[in-house]
């Protein structure tokens, strides 16, 4: 029961991120764009931390280990997309996020309904 709330949740909130998203386009300083994006970033980011859980709850150690493995390499891939002279482009961190937890959410389907492919699990899907 709990599963299916939280992705009914997931589900329904990814319209509103959507909209969200445009909704930082109407702000026309940088201050307070790059302030709504922040706010998305960090809804991303549990979005994101919540799917490669779920995952990690689904699947054997072997590939728990792959999984963490292609994990810190997708942070590496990130940081280096959207870092520059130590500045955060946290648009980038936003969008970068929100399409690894939708990679993620994907395999934690394909988990659920016995389907499970480890290299699927352990792919680099950012190259």
Same mark, same amino acid.
């Given at each position: ?40 970033? #960090? @809804?991303?980011? /549990?979005?994101? !931390? %919540? +799917? ?8 054997? &150690? ?9 994990? #810190? @390499?997708?942070? /590496?891939?990130? !940081? %280096? +997309? ?8 946290? &648009? ?36």
């Amino acid at each position: 029961m709990k599963a299916i709330l939280c992705a009914l949740t997931l589900a329904l909130l990814a319209p509103v991120a959507a909209h969200a998203a445009n909704e930082c386009d109407k702000y026309r300083t940088s201050y307070d764009k790059t302030y709504c994006f922040a706010r998305l970033f #960090l @809804e991303s980011d /549990k979005e994101l !931390n %919540a +799917s490669y859980n779920e995952l990690r709850g689904l699947v054997g &150690d072997s590939t728990k280990q792959q999984l963490k493995d292609t994990q #810190l @390499e997708w942070i /590496k891939y990130r !940081n %280096a +997309s959207c870092e520059s002279s130590g500045a955060i482009d946290v &648009d980038c961190n936003y969008r970068v996020n929100r399409d690894r937890a939708e990679y993620l959410r994907d395999r934690v389907r394909e988990c659920k309904a016995g389907t499970c492919r480890n290299d699927m699990i352990s792919k680099k899907s950012w190259n």
